[in-house]
């Protein structure tokens, strides 16, 4: 048995359909699974212990009229594969043609009634609500496809070569760590960092030893100066400095992620580490951290969730502002010392 997934991006996404290829390995021992990937997030899985392979996808080239030779070549290499079954969880234009072209035995993919996607599928599984959760309407196709599905697996395994290194450079691997994560993809989704700042400051006073890491890439870098210069002696800024496996094995060490909705939440809540999540113009219903132990913060302006990248109330960020610092600190101080 041969599976191709497509799941190209995002993080968060790429992080919340795994169980699909963890259920379907635990089930069929021997398929071979390979995964569809932007090539920026390969180390993601790289050397995952289910994929049999992961197959890079140049999301810049195929958009280029000068990359359609490339195109040609790896749709190709695809169909030379012979797939049985070829599971499509983006279901967009791109991702429902890729699934076609790779000619496998059956397809199967979400419904998600955007650029008519279903058209190429032998099978269409619709969400089974309007708030389900991405990851149970991932599980919905593993059910479609006769897999019997539970949480008997590990979401993220350790890379620990990768984790003993992360100890190692830390600054006081046995502290209690909490994670900032202030950046995300929509402007509008952004906590304002100076409330990450009350945050960082309440939790040093209130639970003497704690430490704080922001985490985010090059683009969050400002932030995360800002928040290091006025947050505290026990803040250490990360961001722009780790690759995908190194912020994995980070948030792993942690004990709670302080997040806006963007990919490492995902990350952590795979990693069962509690979140306390700040909510404006999306869903958690939807999108917000998987499983039990998590916390989100909602808005009760008419307008939340809008779910719309452009903020167009007349106080804009009005609803992620509804969030105070106290709040959000005295929610982590709460895991803190459960943990503790």
């Not at 079954?85 to 791109?94: E, F, P, T």
């Amino acid at each position: 048995m041969k599976i191709l997934i497509l799941k190209p991006s995002s993080l968060g996404d790429v992080v919340q359909a795994l169980p699909v290829a963890r259920l379907i390995k635990r089930s069929l021992p021997s398929a071979e699974i390979h995964w569809w990937l932007n090539r920026e997030l390969v180390p993601l899985l790289e050397g995952d212990p289910d994929l049999t392979r992961v197959v890079p996808f140049d999301r810049v080239r195929w958009g280029r009229l000068e990359g359609l030779p490339l195109v040609i070549s790896e749709l190709r290499a695809l169909r030379r594969e012979r797939y049985d079954w070829v599971i499509d969880l983006q279901s967009l234009a791109r991702s429902a043609v890729v699934s076609w072209l790779a000619r496998g035995e059956f397809t199967i993919g979400l419904d998600d009634r955007r650029e008519a996607a279903p058209a190429f599928f032998d099978v269409a599984v619709p969400r089974p609500g309007p708030r389900v959760h991405a990851v149970d309407w991932y599980l919905e196709v593993v059910r479609r496809l006769k897999i019997p599905v539970h949480f008997d697996f590990e979401w993220l395994p350790k890379r620990v070569a990768v984790a003993e290194a992360i100890r190692t450079r830390c600054p006081e691997p046995d502290a209690p760590w909490v994670a900032l994560q202030p950046g995300a993809r929509w402007m509008n989704k952004r906590w304002p960092v100076e409330r990450f700042i009350d945050v960082a400051r309440r939790l040093q006073t209130e639970h003497p030893g704690v430490r704080l890491a922001v985490l985010g890439g090059h683009s969050d870098q400002p932030m995360g100066a800002a928040i290091a210069a006025g947050g505290g002696a026990g803040v250490l800024d990360l961001t722009g400095r780790l690759s995908l496996p190194e912020m994995v094995e980070w948030i792993r060490l942690c004990r709670v992620m302080v997040t806006n909705d963007t990919g490492p939440m995902h990350v952590a809540a795979a990693l069962g580490r509690p979140v306390v999540g700040i909510f404006g113009p999306t869903d958690p219903a939807r999108t917000g951290p998987y499983g039990a132990g998590h916390q989100v913060f909602t808005s009760s302006l008419a307008c939340a969730p809008c779910l719309r990248s452009k903020c167009h109330w007349s106080d804009p960020l009005g609803c992620l502002k509804e969030t105070n610092p106290v709040q959000v600190a005295d929610a982590v101080l709460m895991r803190l010392n459960a943990a503790r």
